[in-house]
């Protein structure tokens, strides 16, 4: 009886495991999937059968499909967070700031342009995938507004803001990509956008 006991919490732990594992192996499927065929066409069908396991232990572990593609995306974005405000706020000249900015989030669109492109041809269509599309874009808002406040009382204070919202915006980007630009005449292309539109 006593040596039962001991091994009850070695099992437990043992369960614990296990069952995280296949949480895992569920979301990096359904990620992967999400790359692949876009998530309209992700299936719980198709993301068992990637995971290697049933239907049924995909509901085990996620009661829908809401939840299955909330966990992808939270997992997706710690592997591919976006950039961070801290690399260009300390920037004093508000140009430069913008400048930074714009390079950092298009290398990180170049770098990520594949689960994003899916995502933006699908997101009207799948209701699971709204949510996490409006908290990327509120976050796009939040520095373009901390990037267009460099700009008070400055004569390109006009254009500023919808230069610096439609700049940031990674359908500006595709576009600008799918002309053959690169991301170094990308961000020519937008600062002079900025910096050499006729404010009168």
Not at 36 to 50: F, K, Q, Y
Not at 90 to 103: E, L, N, S, T, Y
Not at 123 to 133: R, T
Request: aromatic share 10%; charged share 20%; proline share 6%.
């Amino acid at each position: 009886m006593i040596e039962q006991e001991k091994k009850r919490p070695y099992r437990l732990r043992q369960r614990a495991r296990s069952q995280e594992e296949t949480r895992q192996k569920i979301v990096e499927a359904t990620m992967h999937l999400h790359q692949e065929v876009g998530p309209r066409a992700t299936t719980i069908s198709a993301i068992a059968e990637r995971a290697g396991v049933q239907r049924l232990t995909v509901y085990r572990h996620f009661p829908d499909e809401t939840a299955v593609f909330q966990a992808c995306t939270a997992h997706w974005l710690s592997l591919n967070p976006p950039p961070d405000p801290s690399g260009w706020s300390g920037i004093a000249d508000p140009k430069a700031r913008f400048v930074a900015a714009a390079r950092a989030f298009y290398a990180y669109f170049s770098r990520t342009r594949r689960m994003w492109t899916v995502s933006f041809e699908d997101v009207a269509h799948v209701p699971a995938l709204q949510g996490p599309m409006a908290a990327f874009g509120a976050y796009l808002g939040e520095v373009a507004a901390g990037l267009v406040a460099g700009f008070d009382g400055d004569a390109l204070m006009g254009h500023a803001a919808p230069t610096i919202r439609h700049a940031l915006r990674f359908q500006t980007w595709s576009d600008l990509e799918q002309q053959g630009l690169d991301d170094k005449a990308k961000v020519d292309l937008v600062s002079h956008w900025l910096c050499c539109t006729d404010s009168g």
